[in-house]
């Protein structure tokens, strides 16, 4: 028995180093094949245990570690199994991130965000940040900061978002001022999902993009992390720098940091975590919405709205240009839906929708966005217009457009874009000009992500929630290559 102990402790250590050297995907071979074997030790009937190779099979994994595995059991007899599963607990990379914390059900992250300074050796403003998110219930609880500069120097202002899975509260502690706004059941569920990311925009980071080095390891309160350095440029050429804690037995982290490059290119800190939780039981006074005292009521709960939803808006003195919500399809196009309204025009908005074809020119509203442009050096790339769909809530009409790259290809990692649009105001012209960026709200991974995310923020900017029916991530795909097609003749 001792001999076949040492086969199994060095075929783990085998395994381990065997899986080091190749992708992700891999690495995880022995963890596949152990969570298979023990969901079959469970209630699983004789019958059924095909099943579970069929799961191991379908994995990415290496014929080494599957015969190897196989092997063992033999040798070793099921019962004896369990030691090898010991042996091979899993082992968290960078990578992992992403995830593991897509898949929390809470989150809660402390630390301290710093402020540029512009001369060398000058001490860099910080004001601490703290997020909390219940994934399950809709609820989140933000402190985070902004600031200003002019002449005079910088203000740093710091405001409270607290949803309690009704109703948002913002807290403007400079203003001392509360207000609040009734939040949809599709908001809920778009917010707790972007919050996930809001996770990492906080840290100014994204697991997923960073080039990754392991250099070390440190213990940290008795437990061992390993100590990974990373760094990328953005689509604007700024170098970013992080340095992140792992554990490499439960994937949490001791702390995380972030710089940035000064403008005379020296490294400033940017961002400090030194607490970082998921999974954890969160008080339910975290999520209280009730008004700091002496603070000045804005509205309250009894007359709060529902929330618009809202990416960025701009306007002149007559017409109005809102993006409500910007989605990234796989192939990098865009869809994006947004209104614009002429308050000098007495023409009804609804014929200026008759007759739209799907994949056609889009309406000519007050403001019409015919183009977009990626966030980047690279300031020649052209996503053009293409009409989609339109709804309409309370009398308002919001168009759905998707936008296509034209001849170059899309860029990755798109963070926003500018809004290329011309006016088309009533028996007039205006010389106006308005500049407007919007982010990315969310990349659509397939047709899962499509119903939830692009057809629910369509119900929820349309009369009693109907989204027309064309409106299908298959269909949105098969005419993303019918537009290129066209393009390209």
């Known amino acids: 028995m001792k001999n076949i102990e040492k ?32 969901q079959s030790k469970k209630t699983k009937p004789a019958a059924q245990q095909l099943n579970i190779w069929r799961i191991i099979m379908k994995n990415r994994i290496t014929k080494f570690a599957v015969t190897a595995v196989v092997i063992m059991a033999g040798l070793i007899g099921i019962n004896q199994f369990d030691s090898l599963i010991d042996l091979a607990k899993p082992a968290y990379g960078i990578t992992d991130v992403t995830e593991l914390f897509q898949a929390a059900r809470t989150i809660h992250m402390k630390g301290r965000m710093y402020f540029p300074v512009s001369e060398p050796g000058k001490e860099q403003s910080s004001v601490e ?29 710091v405001s409270d978002n607290i949803s309690d899975g009704e ?31 809001t996770f990492f925009q906080l840290l100014y980071i994204n697991f997923d993009l960073f080039e990754y080095t ?119 196009s865009v869809i994006m839906g947004y209104s614009s309204e002429d308050r000098e025009s007495d023409q009804p908005q609804a014929m200026l929708f008759e007759d739209l074809q799907i994949g056609g020119p889009l309406p000519k509203l007050a403001a019409e966005v015919y183009a977009i442009k990626p966030i980047t050096t690279d300031e020649t790339i052209t996503y053009r217009g293409y009409h989609l769909a339109y709804t309409q809530k309370a009398g308002k009409f919001y168009e ?8 170059k290809p899309a860029p990755k990692t798109v963070l926003g874009y500018k809004l290329v649009h011309r006016y088309n105001p009533q028996n007039r012209e205006i010389n106006a000009e308005l500049s407007i960026a919007v982010a990315v709200e969310l990349e659509i991974q397939d047709a899962e992500d499509f119903a939830i995310f692009v057809r629910g923020a369509m119900a929820d900017l349309s009369e009693e929630g109907h989204v027309p029916e064309h409106v299908t991530y298959e269909n949105v795909l098969d005419l993303i290559d019918e537009i290129k097609v066209s393009v390209v003749q």
């Open 7 to 38: 086969i199994i402790k060095d075929f783990c250590v085998a395994a381990r180093t065997e899986t080091s050297t190749i992708p992700e995907m891999d690495k995880r071979t022995i963890n596949d094949a152990l969570a298979a074997h023990e």
């Open 129 to 157: 940040v703290e997020y909390w998110l219940d994934t399950q219930n809709g609820r989140w609880r933000l402190t985070y900061p902004g600031y200003s500069g002019n002449d005079e120097g910088m203000k740093i202002h």
């Open 167 to 197: 109703y948002e509260m913002h807290v403007n502690h400079t203003n001392e001022t509360v207000s609040f706004t009734k939040l949809s059941p599709f908001q809920l569920r778009l917010f707790t999902h972007k919050n996930i990311y």
């Open 214 to 332: 392991k250099v070390g390891r440190e213990v940290i309160d008795g437990a061992t992390f390993d100590i990974w350095e990373g760094g990328r440029e953005d689509n604007l050429g700024t170098k970013m720098k992080m340095k992140a804690w792992l554990s490499p037995t439960t994937g949490d982290f001791a702390r995380i940091k972030t710089w940035r490059p000064r403008e005379d290119g020296d490294m400033v800190k940017q961002m400090e975590i030194d607490l970082v939780q998921r999974d954890i039981e969160i008080p339910d006074e975290i999520f209280l919405t009730e008004a700091p005292p002496a603070y000045v009521l804005e509205n309250t709960k009894d007359i709060a709205t529902e929330r618009e939803l809202s990416n960025a808006s701009v306007g002149t003195d007559s017409v109005s240009l809102n993006c409500h919500i910007v989605f990234t399809m796989p192939d990098e």
């Open 400 to 407: 759905w457009s998707i936008y296509v790259p034209e001849q």
